[in-house]
Structure formats: structure tokens, C-alpha cells
Nanobody, 124 residues
Framework: QVQLVESGGGLVQAGGSLRLSCAASGRTFSTYATAWFRQAPGKEREFVAAISWSIGWTDYADSARGRFTIARDNAKATVYLQMNNLKPDDTAVYYC?????????????????WGQGTQVTVSS
């Protein structure tokens, strides 16, 4: 079992930046992928970004591409989400998810490990 713990959320003004971190502990895997999802009140959880830890392949939702950057530090077993030019629509609980996958998948069902979430609030 892999435990994922998110941190770095908070309250920022529109146009500001935040860097989310997701620290993994427990068993490590040679093939692993980590993704960020978010869920706003009254909406379904949606894909934000994903990365393959072994190769570094990435994928982004259209809403995130160009503003957000996902990266990993394999030695620290940590994945980051750098969020720039934040908008009020980015307000949500952000979840880190992981799974034994080669691909940087957009699909929630591909991920078995989930963090507790961290709140991101962007004010106008």
C-alpha cells in the first residue's frame, strides 16, 4: 500500500501561484504514475494532470495546460503541481492519486492510491 499526503493548498488571489506537493510513503514500485484531480462543490471530480514516475511522461487537462506544471522527484517519492495564473474556477479540493501504471492516465479508475486532498481557494 502506498500512502499519499498532499500539502501546499491555501487561499490566493486570482493570478497568483501555488505549489502543491504529494509525498508518497510505503512500498515503492518500478512503474508508477501519479495524477492530480480536483473537485469543486456540486461538480464531479475532474482530471488535472498526470505524470509517469519512471519516464516522466505527462498529460494535462485543457484547463491546466500552459498554467500548471506537474513534476516528480523520484528520490524523494514526491510529485508536485506548480499552479500559476490561478483563476477562481480553479477553486477546488485537489487530490493526489497514484497507481501502478506506465502511462500518465486521465482515468480515475487507473489509480488505487489516493490522498486526503488539499483545499485551493482562489479569490477574485
Amino acid at each position: 500500500q502506498v500512502q499519499l499526503v498532499e500539502s501546499g493548498g491555501g487561499l490566493v488571489q486570482a493570478g497568483g501561484s501555488l505549489r502543491l506537493s504529494c509525498a508518497a510513503s510505503g512500498r515503492t514500485f518500478s512503474t508508477y504514475a501519479t495524477a492530480w484531480f480536483r473537485q469543486a462543490p456540486g461538480k464531479e471530480r475532474e482530471f488535472v494532470a498526470a505524470i509517469s514516475w519512471s519516464i516522466g511522461w505527462t498529460d494535462y487537462a485543457d484547463s491546466a495546460r500552459g498554467r500548471f506544471t506537474i513534476a516528480r522527484d523520484n528520490a524523494k517519492a514526491t510529485v508536485y503541481l506548480q499552479m500559476n495564473n490561478l483563476k477562481p474556477d480553479d477553486t477546488a479540493v485537489y487530490y493526489c492519486a497514484g497507481g501502478r501504471e506506465y502511462r500518465a492516465s486521465r482515468l480515475q479508475n487507473d489509480y488505487d492510491d489516493w490522498g486526503q486532498g488539499t483545499q485551493v481557494t482562489v479569490s477574485s
